[in-house]
């Protein structure tokens, strides 16, 4: 049997899962040049059969994210996974995630997270996603369907530039975002291998629908992108219905 995911040879992909009662085990591996990797994970089913809970560990040993057409530039991922998912038929997930020795690199440089701890909410009317780590942090959650953020956003941003705008809040929904980065040798020239500097100092947006009201803050001190150097870079919005 021959398996290929963007030009990669995945053949050597094993899964083997086994149900016993009410619990649940699977594996899956594969050893192949771009994704190397194994996965261990067993959970039970509980008695309604309207969810299923795992405890799961993986270990990454080798992951091209370029190769596998992931990312336009040389990344690679290594590490071990420890973490919790439960899903719900009610199409709701739950997920908490540590990993240890969690390291990218390209040809030039690499970088080993100290701690690297993620959990989250998704579901199909509200997301929650909390990153806490030594180089980035992350907290975001809103009720608004994933599939209507960016439609939403768009729609929001044109009413404050048009009068006849056909926006209208939607009562009880809202939007919180907050962004750390006390260590930027993760992005530049890293994941972003045209980023040679940043310092952020602040970077947050929120939004409730119910006073129509929209807040974004970042302060970013310095940034250095490809051929463009910046200093004091401050963006401070604040909107009240369709007044900016």
């Given at each position: 049997t021959e398996?290929?995911?963007?030009?990669?040879?995945?053949?050597?992909l094993?899964?083997?899962a086994?149900v016993?009662?009410?619990?649940?085990?699977?594996?899956?591996?594969?050893?192949?040049k771009?994704?190397?990797?194994s996965?261990?994970?067993?959970?039970?089913w509980?008695g309604?059969?309207?969810s299923?809970?795992?405890?799961?560990?993986?270990?990454?040993d080798?992951?091209?994210?370029?190769?596998l057409?992931?990312?336009d530039?040389?990344?690679?991922?290594?590490?071990?996974i420890?973490?919790?998912?439960?899903?719900?038929t009610?199409?709701?997930g739950?997920?908490?995630?540590n990993?240890?020795?969690l390291?990218?690199s390209n040809?030039?440089?690499?970088?080993?997270?100290?701690?690297?701890?993620v959990a989250?909410?998704l579901?199909a009317?509200s997301?929650?996603i909390t990153?806490?780590?030594d180089?980035?942090?992350?907290?975001?959650?809103t009720?608004?369907?994933?599939?209507?953020?960016?439609?939403?956003t768009?729609?929001?941003i044109?009413?404050?530039f048009k009068?006849?705008?056909?926006?209208h809040?939607?009562?009880?929904?809202?939007?919180d975002?907050?962004?750390?980065?006390p260590?930027?040798?993760v992005?530049t020239g890293?994941?972003?291998?045209?980023?040679?500097?940043i310092?952020?100092?602040n970077f947050?947006?929120h939004y409730?629908?119910?006073a129509?009201?929209?807040?974004v803050n970042?302060?970013?001190?310095?940034?250095?992108?490809?051929?463009?150097a910046?200093?004091?870079l401050?963006?401070?919005?604040n909107a009240?219905g369709n007044?900016?």
């Open positions: 398996l290929k995911f963007n030009g990669q040879d995945l053949s050597s094993a899964l083997n086994r016993s009662g009410d619990s649940v085990f699977i594996q899956a591996s594969t050893a192949a771009a994704l190397k990797l996965l261990d994970a067993r959970g039970k509980p309604t059969a309207d299923l809970a795992l405890a799961l560990r993986m270990k990454l080798t992951v091209h994210l370029m190769d057409g992931l990312m530039h040389k990344l690679d991922v290594r590490g071990d420890v973490g919790r998912a439960a899903f719900y009610t199409g709701i739950y997920f908490a995630m990993a240890t020795g390291r990218l040809d030039k440089k690499a970088f080993r997270f100290k701690s690297f701890n989250g909410r579901g009317d997301s929650a990153l806490n780590s180089a980035v942090t992350l907290a975001y959650r009720n608004v369907a994933v599939d209507m953020i960016l439609p939403r768009e729609e929001e044109a009413s404050y009068t006849d705008t056909t926006f809040p939607t009562p009880g929904k809202y939007m975002l907050a962004i750390t980065l260590n930027s040798d992005l890293l994941v972003l291998p045209d980023l040679h500097a310092a952020l100092k947050t947006g409730d629908s119910d129509d009201e929209l807040k970042i302060d970013i001190p310095e940034l250095d992108y490809d051929s463009i910046v200093t004091n401050a963006v401070n919005v009240k007044a900016l």
